[in-house]
């Protein structure tokens, strides 16, 4: 699997921000590619993108939500990939958002790409559009502030 690391510092506090990363049907406003995500229920999400001019859908399951603090998610389908998003407030106006995301990829198109950087710089521009979106707005348009906190397969207790 590849991996892709990014930061950005968004000048808002830390609830607004967390509150706005939890409204996924949004997601197309600030992410390339993607044209829709479609919550089905808590913990998953259904969603149709273009990745290296393909067609793809898929399932992420939320594996970790924790307020203010952290979602991380499995993705399965057509594209598989599984990643943790942080927020840290910087002080009382401005948050700190970390994305790790790691990814497979199939075909020629798609290899060439991930060698190129492209879903890097793609993953950068996600980001960096989210940070314009809450910082125009200065409101967040909903909030999710329930918690998940799934165990692995064979745990018990």
Not at 21 to 27: D, V, Y
Not at 37 to 59: F, I, N, P, Y
Not at 82 to 107: I, Q
Request: negative net charge.
């Amino acid at each position: 699997m590849s991996r892709i690391e990014h930061s950005v510092i968004v000048d808002a506090p830390l609830r607004i921000v967390y509150n706005q990363w939890t409204q996924f049907e949004q997601f197309p406003e600030f992410m390339e590619g993607v044209q829709s995500v479609t919550q089905m229920d808590d913990k998953t999400l259904h969603w149709v993108a273009e990745v290296a001019g393909k067609h793809k859908e898929w399932d992420a399951r939320i594996t970790e939500q924790t307020p203010d603090a952290t979602i991380a998610w499995t993705g399965f389908g057509d594209a598989d990939n599984m990643g943790v998003v942080r927020f840290t407030p910087v002080d009382e106006v401005h948050t700190k958002v970390d994305l790790s995301l790691e990814y497979e990829t199939e075909g020629v198109v798609e290899k060439v790409g991930d060698t190129l950087g492209v879903l890097e710089r793609r993953v950068e521009g996600d980001l960096d559009r989210f940070k314009d979106l809450v910082e125009r707005r200065g409101v967040e348009t909903g909030g999710w502030r329930g918690e998940i906190h799934e165990r692995p397969t064979g745990t018990t207790g």
